[in-house]
């Protein structure tokens, strides 16, 4: 079936520094993808989405881009913070209907 | 605004019982909720879409008579895991997706989970 992967499970960053998350998906029909922050024992929390009629979008120190291209998300954030210590999923919305999680990338951020 | 909530956050029952788990849309309607499911270092998998007023449909592999859904107001669904077994032990995620006008967008609001311990 149809799926979103990741390429790095784990990543560490010092503090101050920029992160990449990188994600795959494999369906090329999809139009919107979301990246989403998981804290242990929380929920996802929605960090930025991004349509398929757009290549990139910032928001507050993440920025998303999208290359249709060779099916490639990543999500950018500036000046790492040792609040941004979680787990990030990207996910691909199937069929206008139901969202199809990575296997998501654990980022640490050390002082 | 847009908040979920579930109850309750963590419960452990024993093999065989059965576990209700509520998801709630507290300040907007959902004619949408799902549920997930989550091990241990592994990423959110989606169990079923449950309609407010209809049966839900379950993905492939999930069994429906284990997990009874019912969506019965557009606030409330409750997810029902019966005779409970180790294996069952899981956290539960539920997410609602937000009624405006006459169509539904595509964004959904996660709740913060319940995590389910089967001795």
């Known amino acids: 079936g149809e799926s979103v992967g990741l390429h790095l499970p784990t990543l560490s960053v010092q503090e101050g520094d920029n992160s990449i998350i990188n994600c795959a998906y494999s369906?090329?029909?999809?139009?919107?993808f979301i990246w989403y922050k998981q804290e242990s024992g929380k929920g996802p929390q929605f960090i930025i989405d991004?349509?398929?009629?757009?290549d990139k979008r910032q928001g507050q120190r993440v920025t998303v881009l999208l290359n249709k291209t060779v099916k490639h998300l990543s999500l950018q954030i500036a000046a790492t913070q040792p609040g941004d210590s979680a787990v990030y999923f990207c996910a691909e919305l199937y069929n206008t209907d139901k969202l199809i999680f990575g296997t998501g990338t654990r980022l640490q951020v050390f002082p | 605004g847009a908040v979920v909530s579930q109850h309750p956050s963590w419960v452990i029952c024993k093999s065989g019982t059965s576990v209700k788990i509520e998801c709630r849309s507290l300040?907007?309607?959902?004619?949408?909720m799902f549920w997930y499911r989550q091990f241990p270092k592994q990423s959110l998998m989606l169990m079923a879409t449950?309609?407010?007023?209809?049966?839900?449909?379950?993905e492939q592999g999930v069994e429906k008579d284990k997990f009874l859904i019912n969506h019965a107001s557009l606030t409330l669904s409750t997810l029902t895991v019966t005779s409970a077994h180790p294996e069952d032990s899981s956290f539960y995620i539920c997410s609602a997706r937000v009624v405006q006008g006459a169509s539904s967008s595509n964004e959904q609001f996660f709740g913060p989970g319940t995590r389910l311990t089967v001795l």
């Open positions: 449950s309609n407010e007023g209809s049966k839900a449909t379950y």
């Open positions: 991004i349509r398929s009629n757009m």
């Open positions: 300040d907007f309607q959902a004619t949408t």
């Open positions: 369906n090329s029909a999809s139009d919107y």
